[in-house]
């Protein structure tokens, strides 16, 4: 099987459908508007409870816990792993099957090493005495950081299955659009942490 | 699969498509199959909520009643209410939809068959554990909005309250996956000709139910898992005595409660859209309002969510205004109102027992409005609130407007869903009865509100003067149960002996009618072309299609031409028909989900046997989707050219 047999140009098996997009690429996006409301109230839960946590007797304060350096080095990791998944999908719409295993793996790589960074802070701030009931930072932040940990995971494993689907069925003309919307998930679990980042660690 | 196989014109995969018996159900990915799963099962799931609708009743018809326990009764509702929106009006409005909308629109499934397969089952399953609590311990005791801090470990120690968190996450999710399911199928697999300003009205409801419903239910979803986090795992959300707090939950819950009321009532006013212009022998009165008011009320359900909860002291600031947009979102409903009358006005009515329910939904819908107007005023909602007026105003709009809806659109399409027509005679008998008894179980309740009977009571005392009130609603209840009787039994006669129907029964307008009853599997064999709001009546009535098409604007006309002519080069006829197969993998991937539920629930409190659970439930969906992926790759359109 040559490198460039893996996809077949895209319109000579385009479906007709009427808005002249994909099924699968519009309900990833309609997916990816009843999540934005599921991290939403997530988000707003927790500054509802911020300034409560501050005037409480078992207040812990989320600046003496949080470690800037190493969520930005996470945050980091998964705005890589944003880029290096925009360079798999452009592997595969060239129908480069080398770099885009290379850059799909890679980013399957990023993701689990977010994902162990987190379990590595959970576990650190366990230890420092911040749990779900040790006061409301401890519910919010786990709560929500937990969830959105939840779908980074679900997002590696997503890649996964398009990975192996992808080699299991080199020649498939879907593998693109498989790969797409992977990646139009992958970017919203990031764009969520960036919200986080921001909104709880940074402020 | 032999790709060579599907030469065009051929339907493939050629005769896999259904299997027979039970496995033809279990494995099905049929939207026609699914659709009518759907229905029996709500159909089940509410007359179950029906009888505990009467335990209660025959609790409360006379004072110091001793027939149910307080916490049975306390179950009782909780499951009624619980049952009824969740198990009962939603499914029932999903299960014509996925029946219909494919019909409607031209296409020949859905778009995403097997996540509707999951659907169902996820609905199903969800329903099944909701149930389960019975019999773990007891049912879930704290009501349909669960209020905190009830719903705590300490004042609610039962699972009832983890089953409820979990029953209702499973159809959460259910629900989810068929609104995009349903978004797709109608933004994407209409046929050529169908702008969406030439959809049939029900379609555009059930897309615009499908929108609300990605957006409020995920709130739902975050406020459940906070509170089953809260039950389990230490957290402090809803418990105020540590700083939570009770009435974010209440934010929550009706941030998703109140366009829930949509999602139950916009699909039943597409379905009487339809049935009244049929049955006037005329277009509907202001299409492009009755459409666009459906987006209106769609956005604005979701900024009146706090006129539920006037009585927690929001500040003057916060009740005035959602008081007024609660009075606002009526504005575009009442015009609807006027539509539906428009159309009737000197149509020729046939006065068929679907008719009859669509003018029932129109009366009862405008009397529950009315009440609904005047809770929405914060000072008399004050004195209003959680009494039996609250209980009357509810009932008014979901039973004497969704439910009646619902039966306009089931004595409308049952002879296209099942080949056979329904007993008119009977029918309108049913109709009759209930219309009495719903008035009869219902209206007292407004007087008994005002005198001050407080919802939610297990009894009352003598003295209290609400005896004859309640005593008239249980004897309405009682003939509401015959008037279901009666429909139970005009569905099992009817399904074996009833006259056979044929296409198009009705002369309707719509592309259903033009198949034959019941639609074949693929239901269309060549994709039908739309020129207008009203496809059938333009080839059956050619003289009057410049009528019929007049109320479209000539720029939309325009647009539409243009649509017709592009896709007019194209050979339709010779078009292979394709058609998705039966597979497993769905209802497999659902009971692996529900294992995980079970799994969470005791979680807590059985720590290893519950995380074994889980491991187990977490394998049997791997090995679902594994089979899902593989499938779905044998099955792709794109494989078939
Ligand atoms: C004219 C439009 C409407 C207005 C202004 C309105 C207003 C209200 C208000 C203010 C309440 C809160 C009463 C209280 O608990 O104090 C309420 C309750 C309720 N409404 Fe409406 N309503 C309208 C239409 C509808 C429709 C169309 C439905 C459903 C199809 C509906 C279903 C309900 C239900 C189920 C409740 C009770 C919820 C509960 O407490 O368990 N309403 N309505
Ligand atoms: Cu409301």
Known sequence: ?203 | MAIAERTAGTVSPPSVSVRPGWAGWLSTTDHKRIGIMYLVSAFVFFLIGGIEALLMRIQLGVPDNTFLTPDVYNQMFTMHGTTMIFLGLMPLNVGLGNYMVPLMIGARDMAFPRLNALSIWLFIFGGLMLYVSFFVGGAPNVGWFAYAPLTQKQFAPTAGVDYWIIGIGLTGVASIAGALNFIVTILNMRAPGMTLNRMPLFVWMQLIVAFILIFAFPVLTVGTIQLLFDRHFGTRFFLPNLGGDAVLWQHLFWFFGHPEVYILILPTMGIISEVLPTFSRKPIFGYAFVAYSGVAIGFLGFLVWAHHMFAVGLGPLANAFFGAASFLIAVPTGVKIFNWLATMWQGSLHLTTSMLYAIGFISMFVIGGISGITLASPPINVQQTDSYYVVAHMHYVLFGGAIQGIFAGIFYWFPKMTGRMLNERLGKWQFWLMLVSFNLTFFPMHLSGNEGMPRRIYTYESEMGWNLWNLLSTIGSLLLAVAFLLFLWNVLTSIRRGSIAPADPWDGATLEWSVSSPPPVYNFAVTPRVRSRRPLWDEKYPHLHEVNGSHETPAARLRGLLYDGAEGEMPMAMEPIHLPSPTYAPLIVSVGIMILGFGIIYLGDFGVIAASAMLVGLLIMATGILSWVRISHVDSPYQAH
């Open chain 1, 1 to 203: 099987m040559s490198e460039s047999s893996m996809t077949r140009p895209q319109a000579a098996v385009a479906h007709h459908t009427s808005l002249g997009v994909d099924n699968r690429k519009l309900g990833v996006w309609a997916f990816i508007g009843s999540e934005t409301l599921f991290f939403a109230t997530l988000i707003t839960t927790y500054f509802v409870f911020a300034p409560v946590n501050r005037a409480r007797p078992d207040f812990q304060d989320p600046r003496q816990f949080l470690d800037i350096e190493l969520t930005t080095v996470l945050a980091s990791i998964l705005l890589a792993s944003s880029l290096t998944m925009v360079l798999a999908l452009s592997a595969s719409k060239r129908g480069d099957r080398r770099w885009f295993t290379t850059w799909l793996l890679a980013t399957v790589g990023l993701g689990l090493a977010f994902i162990g960074g987190q379990v590595y802070e959970f576990n650190h701030l366990y230890h420092e005495g911040l749990t779900l009931s040790s006061s409301l930072f401890g519910t919010t932040f786990f709560v929500l950081t937990g969830f959105h940990g939840t779908h980074v995971a679900i997002g590696v494993i997503w890649l996964l299955s398009v990975f192996f689907k992808v080699r299991a069925y080199p020649d498939s003309p879907e593998n693109a659009m498989d790969v797409e919307i992977a990646g139009l998930y992958w970017h919203f679990v990031d764009l969520v942490w960036v919200a986080i980042f921001v909104l709880v660690y940074l402020i």
